[in-house]
T-cell receptor, first 113, second 111 residues
Framework: GENVEQHPSTLSVQEGDSAVIKCTYSDSASNYFPWYKQELGKRPQLIIDIRSNVGEKKDQRIAVTLNKTAKHFSLHITETQPEDSAVYFCAVQPGAGSYQLTFGKGTKLSVIP | DAGITQSPRHKVTETGTPVTLRCHQTENHRYMYWYRQDPGHGLRLIHYSYGVKDTDKGEVSDGYSVSRSKTEDFLLTLESATSSQTSVYFC??????????FGDGTRLSIL
């Protein structure tokens, strides 16, 4: 099955700095890569996603980049704010019509005011 | 919110008892999923459904069964709960080719 590695497991940044979280995956046929944000005690919420035919996608302060050759993708958050503090999960969906997701183990981001 | 209701939201029970968690959706989405979330493990898929009466196993299905008798409801059953099944359980839904959206979770404690 798919194997997803996520790094780092914890990340502290000063408010206003950028944060980068990386994930690698094992199945080269995987074709969909979402990122979820989970605040303490809440449900995971989709913040951005990218498909395998696209190299980069941006939404305001959040961007995701995908390197299919190297089988890794990254979440970039610029101008971090205290409300960005949360646990972030990457996920990978295999191809061939399967809609299951395999998740990374999460990154706890702390933004220090 | 994505129109997903999980019940109960919290439950405490004893080892060996049966437990059923319910996921109800109002979106008429085809796919429904059950995950468990444990510290250090992220979200792991237990079972999923791709239509009424159509279900399949996920990564951590041992000790769990599911049923989907109608589009809007997906039930997760622990036939004989064990302490290792203490966890937070999330239901998710999706339509073909669309992102998964999660319910608010059920916190289950097995003593």
């Amino acid at each position: 099955g798919e194997n997803v590695e996520q790094h780092p497991s914890t990340l502290s940044v000063q408010e206003g700095d950028s944060a980068v979280i990386k994930c690698t995956y094992s199945d080269s046929a995987s074709n969909y890569f979402p990122w979820y944000k989970q605040e303490l005690g809440k449900r995971p919420q989709l913040i951005i996603d990218i498909r395998s035919n696209v190299g980069e996608k941006k939404d305001q302060r959040i961007a995701v980049t995908l390197n299919k050759t190297a089988k890794h993708f990254s979440l970039h958050i610029t101008e971090t704010q205290p409300e960005d503090s949360a646990v972030y999960f990457c996920a990978v969906q295999p191809g061939a019509g399967s809609y299951q997701l395999t998740f990374g183990k999460g990154t706890k981001l702390s933004v220090i005011p | 919110d994505a129109g997903i209701t999980q019940s109960p939201r919290h439950k405490v029970t004893e080892t060996g008892t049966p437990v059923t968690l319910r996921c109800h959706q109002t979106e008429n989405h085809r796919y429904m999923y059950w995950y468990r979330q444990d510290p250090g493990h992220g979200l792991r898929l237990i079972h999923y459904s791709y239509g009424v009466k159509d279900t399949d196993k996920g990564e951590v299905s041992d000790g769990y069964s599911v049923s989907r008798s109608k589009t809007e409801d997906f039930l997760l059953t622990l036939e004989s709960a064990t302490s290792s099944q203490t966890s937070v359980y999330f239901c998710a839904i999706s339509e073909s080719g669309e992102p998964q959206h999660f319910g608010d979770g059920t916190r289950l404690s097995i003593l």
